[in-house]
């Protein structure tokens, strides 16, 4: 009985040696440690990725109200370095990648100005093409950091 508690006793502390020797490894493994910091990065380029449903029909539509409601106020806006809009046959899906100087600029336009100028997009599909609601529906939404 009495071995059998030191076994016990012994597998206990194996066990918790093996616990805080795993954690005090990770915690000074330097690659994970560099690495780490990345989410909080806002002094390089970033890239805001957007992914839409654009049916082929509704292409040159979708392709004129980014042109006459996004371009012009985008170009106001500090920190925008530009952008590129790409469509996928197959898929029926745009990609929109937007250009900020970095994270900061971008992330301090009010979202009351975005969605101001969202619903003004849509009125405008909605009205060009003489639907009830847009069919340009938002897929993805992320952002992607320039890499050293």
Same mark, same amino acid.
């Given at each position: 009985m009495k071995f059998d508690c030191n076994i016990k006793k012994s597998i206990k502390?194996?066990?918790? %040696?093996?616990?805080?020797?795993?954690?005090? %490894?990770?915690? *000074? *493994? /330097?690659?994970?440690?560099? /690495?780490?910091?990345?989410?909080?990065?806002?002094?390089?380029?970033?890239?805001?990725? %957007?992914? %839409?449903?654009v049916p082929s029909e509704f292409k040159e539509v979708w392709l004129e109200a980014e042109k006459t409601i996004w371009d012009p106020w985008l170009s106001n806006q500090d920190g925008f370095l530009g952008r590129q809009l790409f469509w996928d046959k197959e898929k029926e899906e745009a990609l929109i990648l937007v250009s900020w100087q970095n994270k900061k600029l971008w992330k301090n336009?009010?979202?009351?100005?975005?969605?101001?100028?969202?619903e003004k997009f849509e009125q405008n599909v909605i009205t060009s093409l003489n639907v009830k609601e847009n069919p340009f529906q938002l897929v993805y939404e992320g952002e992607l950091d320039k890499q050293v």
């Open positions: 502390f194996l066990f918790c %040696l093996g616990i805080f020797l795993s954690t005090f %490894l990770y915690q *000074n *493994n /330097s690659k994970i440690v560099n /690495s780490l910091p990345m989410h909080d990065f806002k002094d390089g380029l970033v890239i805001e990725e %957007l992914r %839409l449903t336009i009010p979202l009351e100005e975005v969605t101001q100028v969202q």
